[in-house]
Structure formats: C-alpha cells, structure tokens
C-alpha cells in the first residue's frame, strides 16, 4: 500500500520560511518523480514544483522560482519543500505528488497523493 505523508506545514509570517516534508512507503521511490501542488480556497489545483527520480533536474511555477526549493532524500523516501520569502497568497493547502519515470508533473496524471497540509501565511 503506498502512502504518502506530508508533514512540517504551520503558520508563518509573510516574509518567513517554512519548510515542508513528504515521507514515501510501499513505492520504489527512486523511480518516482515527486513534487508539490497546492490548492487554496476556491481555486484549482496547482503545480508548484518537482524533482525528476535521478534528482538531477527540477521544475518551478513561475511565482515560487528563487524563493521555493525542492529536494529529495533516496535513502529516506523523502522530498522536501523550502519555502522563503513566504506570502499570503502562497496560503493553500499543500499536497505530495507522485508519478513513476517522468520528465515533469505538470499536465501529468499523477500516480499518488498524499493528504495535504495546510501553509497559512499570515499579513
């Protein structure tokens, strides 16, 4: 049974860090692309960023490059999420995404989801 767990979201004050964590079993993880979505109040899903399987390329939405970094840990079945430069409207519930031996998430379907946890970035 694969699961995918996210955990380390809060509250932060805009202009703060966080950094977030998603932990992987029942997969190979070195053979999954991970990566972060997000989804705040009444808007869609969105890509926020991810890391191919070999780990050596990563992809950004636009309004996160230079302040959010993505990263993964093999031996842990982890990625991670730093956030910097936190702002209000980076405020969504922040969800772990999982897809076997892709180039990139977006536009793909994703594999696996983890539950989500919520990032509240306040003014």
């Known amino acids: 049974q694969v699961q995918l767990v996210e955990s380390g979201g809060g509250l932060v004050q805009a202009g703060g860090s966080l950094r977030i964590s998603c932990a992987a079993s029942?997969?190979?993880?070195?053979?999954?692309?991970m990566g972060w979505f997000r989804q705040a109040p009444g808007k869609e899903r969105e890509f926020v960023g991810g890391?191919?399987?070999?780990?050596?390329?990563?992809d950004y939405q636009d309004s996160v490059k230079g302040r959010f970094t993505i990263s993964r840990d093999n031996a842990k079945s982890t990625v991670y999420l730093q956030m910097n430069s936190l702002k209000p409207e980076d405020t969504a519930v922040y969800y772990c995404?999982?897809?076997?031996?892709?180039?990139?998430?977006?536009?793909?379907?994703?594999?696996?989801w983890g539950q989500g946890t919520q990032v509240t970035v306040s003014s």
């Open positions: 995404a999982a897809k076997r031996y892709s180039r990139t998430l977006v536009g793909r379907d994703i594999d696996y």
């Open positions: 029942g997969l190979t993880f070195n053979t999954y692309t």
């Open positions: 890391v191919t399987w070999y780990g050596a390329k990563t």
